[in-house]
DNA sequence: AACTGATGCAACCGCGTGGCC
DNA sequence: CGGCCACGCGGTTGCATCAGT
């Protein structure tokens, strides 16, 4: 299947933007949203790429984009989802309100990698070490600094987390064919056998995995082996029961990964 | 003060996927 | 049904800045 290029290489513009152009980007989305955004950077008299505009406002320009260090809750947070979700980082980002893909990648190699080789047994507890860049402020005044938005700390705060301690894994944990396992430890507790999840399991044994749950999983320990509790009052906590949503999981694969998530895997499957 | 290696981050590149015709 | 196109994603690169000598 043939391939179109990415945009055209002649008298496009690339590199850093400038303000103006982050201006003309914003004024454009703002007014016209960005229906097509091949098509947006010449109706925006833009001379970048549709990719390329694309980037600069899901990474900067977008409102709820939230910009500065993160938080050690942040963080903690990255190194639980990386454990389960590996380099999905954008299923990662879509848990980290106004955080993007592209930021937590660069936090993940730069910092959280390094975190965990020093402290291979303790990843989400380990001591923080001060990032450079927290100093630094470097870009403050440069060209590339996005156009002042609303780009103030959110207060959506970091979506909460109670999974388990997770021991660290391999780097690459989406390698993992299938459903292979992990050791994970928790409080007081004998290590337990948690899974790890492949691109593949969603698609394809999120069936397997529901009709477990609708079984007796209620009961199961490790479904309700939780380190800290679970809010069940709010609403994008258990208010569904598992068995309901079973029913029509197609639509519910939010609450299965939040579950996952707070229970720190899933349990083995069977055939 | 000058040089150099290390670091951090914005941006780019190429591929996979899904929708549309 | 197959081809084209646009989008989204993850990996990688380029470069400004920092830190050490």
């Known amino acids: 299947m043939g391939r179109a290029p990415c945009c055209e290489k002649m008298g496009l513009k690339r590199g850093p933007w400038t303000p103006e152009e982050d201006k003309l980007l914003v004024a454009h989305i703002e007014k016209n ?15 970048r790429c549709g990719k390329s505009c694309r980037l600069r406002w899901i990474n900067y320009l977008r409102p709820d984009t939230k910009r500065g260090n993160f938080t050690q809750e942040e ?4 190194i639980k989802l990386h454990e389960i979700l590996g380099n999905r980082w954008s299923a990662i980002a879509a848990r980290l309100p106004g955080r993007t893909d592209n930021e937590i990648k660069n936090v993940w190699h730069t910092h959280l990698k390094k975190r965990l080789r020093n402290n291979p047994d303790k990843g989400v507890d380990a001591k923080r070490q001060p990032h450079k860049s927290v100093a630094k402020s470097k870009r403050s005044t440069d060209s590339t600094a996005p156009v002042s938005l609303n780009n103030g700390p959110s ?3 970091t979506s909460p987390l109670t999974t388990s301690e997770v021991t660290s894994m391999s780097d690459k944990s989406t390698a993992v064919a299938d459903i292979s396992h992990v050791e994970i430890e928790t409080e007081e507790m ?5 899974p790890v999840i492949d691109e593949s399991f969603w698609s394809e044994d999120l069936d397997s995995f529901s009709s477990i749950i609708d079984a007796d999983l209620l009961s199961d320990s490790w479904f309700y082996n939780l380190q800290a509790p679970i809010d069940l009052s709010s609403t994008d906590c258990l208010v569904e029961s598992p068995a309901q949503s079973v029913q029509n999981s197609e639509e519910n694969m939010d ?3 939040d579950l996952l998530i707070r229970t720190g ?3 083995e499957l069977s055939d």
């Open 190 to 194: 004998e290590p337990i056998q948690m």
């Open 155 to 157: 207060d959506s705060p």
């Open 255 to 257: 609450f299965w990964y």
């Open 33 to 47: 949203g960005h229906g097509n955004w091949r098509a947006l950077p010449k109706l925006a008299g833009l001379l």
């Open 75 to 78: 963080e903690d947070s990255i």
């Open 265 to 267: 895997g899933v349990p």
